[in-house]
């Protein structure tokens, strides 16, 4: 099994990069990880997490599609969608819907392969600017990870939203 994937399942606290900027994450199956996850980034309990699915079958299962998946996925998408058990993932998001992405990236890969959903987040404190490369996160955030994949400077600008097929502004 590869190393990457192997980490993934075992709950590590990854930093990575995406096709939009350097996020933070873990397997979101793993509520102590997802727990550790919004300690890290000092984030509301309640607040909800997005995650990179492992495929589009995997999304059909779990959720209600209301858009064309393929129109945004892989890409610099986030897609809210009900969940079909409320209760599904409600570590991740205690709402009736989740944010979904499939970045267009090689970390997409290794989520794919790993069969899970992995939680994605922008890696920083919450409130705080999102990081466009590692030099930009705090050497105190840094120590609390496990993993840090580093492929230089990204293009620096957060996934664009889509609820109901429409783009949704962020807060």
């Known amino acids: 099994m590869d190393k990457l994937v192997k980490q993934i399942l075992e709950g590590k606290i990854f930093i990575y990069p995406t096709d939009t900027i350097y996020g933070i994450g873990c397997n979101a199956e793993d509520k102590d990880a997802v727990e550790k996850i919004k300690q890290i980034k000092q984030r509301d309990k309640d607040k909800p997490l997005s995650v990179i699915a492992p495929n589009l079958k995997w999304i059909e299962q779990n959720c209600v599609i209301d858009v064309n998946l393929k129109k945004y996925l892989p890409g610099q998408y986030t897609i ?92």
């Open 80 to 171: 809210l969608l009900r969940k079909k058990d409320l209760l599904f993932l409600n570590h991740v998001s205690n709402t009736e819907f989740i944010g979904i992405r499939i970045p267009k990236c090689s970390f997409s890969k290794k989520v794919e392969q790993a069969k899970v959903p992995f939680i994605t987040t922008s890696v920083n404190l919450s409130g705080e600017p999102f990081a466009k490369k590692i030099s930009e996160i705090s050497k105190k955030l840094l120590d609390k990870v496990d993993v840090i994949i580093d492929k230089g400077e990204l293009n620096g600008n957060p996934s664009t939203i889509i609820k109901d097929g429409k783009v949704i502004k962020r807060k």
